[in-house]
């Protein structure tokens, strides 16, 4: 089913995003992680796409297993880096190929070795002209990404507040975020997109902490910031793992219920390929739309 149809059905969409994993032996592992998460009965998981095209294989792969196999909706990343307009139509047949029928359109980050994005000859410099180009290629249902607090290359929030529109012009059904962890910078984010007229549904991306060493790497990736009081409290725990966990937790479901009781379109939940500690963050929310989840025995 199509993201944008459940949306319409639903107005709510929870959803789970996992990445393809590097060694071929942890591919088990992701299922098992998979089979954990669908037990919460999410409306659609999401499958990144690794740097410069490098997990496309497996990224059309896992969104396979997951669609025809585990029987989930999903969701297939796609970006712009190192592809010519042939490359993402090979991708795009491989999807279709395979019922896939949801889109998130990515430009990508830069290769690690340039600083900054360069187009490939016969490829697409910004995300809204490959949503530009899948559009008019196939009746895919197409996801982009929003930054409540800004897109890192941006100069400021209204700038990349319009370069989002564009997105959404070009034919863009729904925006999943960047992950942040201060709700006020979502709220100012979507109403700053409603007033500059982006009725599509958004969102929001929720990264539950399980781990202190991932902030740094994580706060470099995004760009997002982490408010002084959390930083300091799981600075405190740094070194007793377990607490960091369950103070991750508990913040995730504040946050989480923050945004359901202030009419969010969905919660997209960054999982890191973990699901233990998901389970327990969406096992306590009143979602919207929750069938029947059970605890299992
Ligand atoms: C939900 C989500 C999922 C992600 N999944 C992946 C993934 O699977 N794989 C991966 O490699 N990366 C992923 N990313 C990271 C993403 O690729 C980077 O953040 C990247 O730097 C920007 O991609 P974009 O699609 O937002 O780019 P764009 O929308 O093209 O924006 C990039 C920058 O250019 C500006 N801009 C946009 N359009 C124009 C225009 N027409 N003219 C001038 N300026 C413009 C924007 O303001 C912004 O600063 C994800 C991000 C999010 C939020």
Known sequence: MKIKNMLLKDGFTLSFEVFPPKREGSLESLYLTIQNLVTLEPHFISVTYGAGGSTRDKTVKIASTIKNEVGTEVLAHLTCVQATREDIVGVLNDLKNENIENVLALRGDPPQEEKVFIKTAGGFGYANELVEFI????????????????????????????????????????????LFFNNDDFYRFRDRATAQKIAVPIIAGIFPIFNYKQIAKMVALSGAKIPSRFHDKIYKISDKNEEVEKYGIEYAIVQSEHLLGNDVSGLHFYCMNKSDHISQIVRDLSLPTQKNVTTPE
């Open 135 to 178: 559009k008019a290629h196939d009746n895919f249902s197409i996801g982009v990404a929003g930054y409540p607090e800004g897109h890192i290359e941006a100069p400021d929030l209204d700038t990349d507040i319009a370069n989002l529109k564009r997105k959404v012009d070009a034919g863009a059904d729904f925006i999943i975020t960047q």
